[in-house]
């Protein structure tokens, strides 16, 4: 599936919810079911900034294609990272470079987010996109 | 346990901000300790300051001027009452807490030298530490601390161990913001000045709460902040002690601060306007006058037997939650309950409580070494002020409850 395809996807799924509370239990399942990051990735290098929860994100490229995983220690973060996960994980990093994110204001992640959460969610997307470009720049 | 005296549902229609609705819920504010609350009693004062008399103050020879300065001047008459102040002169009008103890800790720059030692607690949070290091940094000044024992309380002991006669400064919060232990303060002051050092009383958390006396208590030195006493944000002030406050030089330099200037050589005004440089927060000055008026008028011995009734009825209503465990037990607490429930992060708490209506703060409270004390990343803080309810409080430990079996 493309980049584009899971979003929407995501997005559907989403809107079958009809409260916040129902967004938020979706959430934490996912974050509960987040493949766990190897605790050699768990450093400083790798905590992404921004979030007033510790985020670790670790890139792999494997065939041409990046593989990320992820930990954090609030389990709602934890859902917020492995919907980004699942949107950009097993996809070539030009593709990542240019994906479009607006998904995330359609499934109205933001708005349900404090203030603080929200910044740690681009600081997420920022990273992802980080890793992209770095590994991009390898393959060429 | 006495039974309260205030009649809080009157007490709550002074304040607005109380019946408005939060993510579709009646609000729940139990963040007091950050900020609390306006009255309309000094929100009116605020209003009444814009559309009656803005002016600037001592320099104007005008009518609005005029007005204004005696309204500023009133209100640090209203401080230093408060405060029991031997001079008015020895209250400064301040941005708030943080920027008082900058003022002093910029001060001492120039009475420290090389091998003085500073003694803080550990029960301080970022705006207590921070300065002191910085002033270490500029002077070698040696800094060091009085530690804590599990309940949240300072070992006394190990504080009287550090004193001697290298000890210039003693630094330490009346009451802890994260935790809501109330420090021994009449003894740590007395301690401090048996080997001359000066001791400054950050008095943030204390102040909405317990009303100081600063001539009894024998402090240099005693900061607060406007914002957590039904006050506006960026006001505040700085007790200090005529001799020493004669002793420090100006923290800023600036219009009105001076007596006379000339490219040659400039002098300084007498207190306090030696360390008000520039046009202060004039009205929030006024407003912080009509914030004591108010909470003077309910009467602080009855707000505080009302929340240390509210404080053991939530300690013991959070206590029947699984798994939770409240920080800061010590026997001499203000309305703080911090806590945590199992391994669940406090930020994930905070979220699903925010959604219920319910503000509480979450994270370390800009007190990272107590957080690291305990190992853990942060706590729930709960903090309630004599408008909250039991009502409230059983609203939170429900969403508390909902939030767990979610989380878990």
């Not at chain 2, 819920?25 to 309309?40: C, E, F, G, I, W």
């Not at chain 2, 605020?46 to 009656?52: K, M």
């Not at chain 2, 008082?100 to 550990?122: H, P, Q, R, T, Y």
């Not at chain 2, 219009?255 to 005004?269: H, L, Q, S």
Request: hydrophobic share 40%; net charge negative.
């Amino acid at each position: 599936m493309t980049i584009k395809e899971i979003q929407e996807e995501i997005v559907d799924e989403f809107s079958m919810f009809d409260d916040w509370m129902q967004r938020y239990e979706y959430m934490i399942d996912l974050g509960k079911s987040l493949p766990l990051i190897d605790e050699q990735y768990k450093t400083d290098d790798n905590i992404i900034k921004g979030c007033q929860s510790k985020v670790w994100v670790h890139a792999d490229l494997e065939e041409d294609k990046l593989s990320f995983t992820a930990d954090s220690d609030a389990i709602i973060t934890k859902g917020i990272i492995a919907i980004l996960i699942r949107a950009f994980s097993g996809q070539h990093p030009k593709d990542i470079i240019d994906a479009d994110t607006s998904f995330i204001d359609e499934i109205g992640l933001k708005e349900h987010l404090s203030p603080t959460r929200a910044n740690g969610l681009v600081s997420m997307i920022k990273q992802i996109k980080m890793y992209a470009i770095a590994y991009q720049t390898q393959l060429k | 346990m006495q039974k309260t005296t205030l009649d809080i549902q009157t007490i709550r229609k002074d304040f607005p901000i109380l019946s408005r609705t939060v993510n579709g819920q009646p609000l729940v504010y139990l963040d007091n300790a950050a900020t609390s609350q306006t009255p309309k009693q000094v929100l009116d004062v605020i209003v009444d300051y814009y559309s009656g008399y803005n002016a600037n103050i001592h320099r104007g020879v005008h009518t609005l001027s005029q007005e204004a300065t005696d309204k500023y001047e009133q209100a640090r008459a209203t401080i230093q009452h408060h405060f029991n102040a031997k001079f008015a002169h020895e209250i400064i009008f301040t941005a708030g807490t943080t920027h008082g103890i900058n003022l002093v800790a910029n001060g001492f720059s120039s009475l420290l030298k090389k091998g003085d030692e500073i003694i803080v607690s550990a029960l301080e949070h970022h705006s207590n530490i921070v300065p002191w290091q910085m002033l270490c940094e500029r002077t070698g000044a040696v800094l060091k601390v009085i530690p804590m024992n599990l309940n949240g309380e300072l070992e006394l002991d190990a504080y009287y161990e550090l004193l001697s006669n290298k000890t210039k400064l003693v630094f330490c919060n009346h009451v802890s913001n994260a935790l809501g232990t109330v420090n021994p303060i009449k003894e740590i002051i007395n301690a401090a000045h048996n080997v001359g050092a000066a001791v400054l009383i950050d008095g943030a958390q204390a102040a909405p709460h317990i009303k100081a006396d600063v001539q009894a208590l024998g402090v240099d030195f005693y900061v607060v902040s406007a914002h957590k006493m039904c006050g506006p944000t960026g006001a505040g002030m700085l007790y200090g002690k005529e001799e020493w406050l004669n002793k420090l030089p100006p923290y800023q330099g600036g219009g009105e601060m001076i007596a006379e200037v000339t490219f040659d050589k400039t002098t300084y005004a007498d207190l306090p306007h030696k360390f008000e440089a520039g046009t202060p927060n004039i009205c929030g000055g006024i407003a912080f006058g009509a914030a004591l008026d108010y909470m003077n008028a309910i009467g602080f011995s009855a707000i505080a037997d009302y929340e240390h009734e509210l404080l053991v009825y939530a300690t013991t209503q959070l206590l029947t939650v699984d798994g939770l465990k409240i920080y800061g037990t010590a026997l001499e607490k203000t309305s703080v309950i911090s806590f945590n429930a199992g391994s669940i992060h406090p930020y994930d708490i905070g979220s699903i409580l925010d959604k219920l209506g319910i503000a509480v703060r979450t994270g370390h409270h800009c007190a990272q070494p107590i957080m690291d004390f305990y190992a853990i990343p942060g706590t729930v803080r709960a903090s309630f002020s004599f408008y909250n309810t039991k009502e409230e409080v059983d609203t939170l430990v429900a969403g508390v409850k909902r939030a767990v079996a979610m989380l878990q």
